[in-house]
């Protein structure tokens, strides 16, 4: 159980333990995100009252419901991105040089490796609270915009969908996201991109995608980036 042993439960295990409802079809992206979450979700048909109409839905999965069991988590979700961003702020500020010394994809792989380097030293004595994250940076990069304009870390020690990548491909708001990706960007990442941050790589317009590090684990096979040939390793 995630984020419940040291008191700082972000809502992983609780929601772990339920089942998300909806009522549309989940997008590519919606669906790796709850295998991430690892909970289920289920699609509910409301039945209608009419009783004599029978014949037609019988292919339909039903589910009864008890309506007191349901709870809109929007807001929990909302307060985890926000927090993700806040933490990820924080750690790319300790951690990675401010953006102007970062023109170059190689200048951003190089500062993320040395930063990389230095929390392996930490381990021990000066490890962070939530030392169970995974450390991966993320990072923009775009030449219209004169190098690397957004970085962001990786907080999933207390959520697990808190990737670098949701921190950096959700902002606080859909029109700052609309502005995110310019068609010259290119999403760079120290590890490569898991299926959900791939997914909403592209959902978000991404063309390209430069990893240092190839994931080997299931969650970064067959991804949206992959499948569309956007994604490549980034020879340091
Ligand atoms: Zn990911």
Known sequence: MRGESDG???????MRRRVFTTAKA?????RALVKVCATKATTVRVDRDDDDDDDDDDDAVRSTIDVGEFEDVT???RRAVERGAEESRARCRAALPA???????????????????????DEGEGRSRRG??????AALHSPTRGGVYAVAANTNGGNAVLHAEMNLLFPADDARARRLIEPDTTLLVT?????????RAVELGVRRAAYLREDPGPLASRTALAALARESRFDL
């Open 132 to 137: 169970r994250d995974r450390k991966v940076f």
């Open 99 to 121: 953006l102007e010394a970062m023109p170059t994809e190689r200048s951003f792989f190089l500062a993320a490796s040395d930063a990389l380097e230095a929390s392996v030293d």
């Open 26 to 30: 989940l997008t590519t992206f919606e």
């Open 75 to 77: 807001d929990w979700a």
């Open 8 to 14: 700082r439960n972000y809502g992983d295990a609780w």
């Open 191 to 199: 590890l490569q991109c898991c299926r959900m941050c791939a997914a």
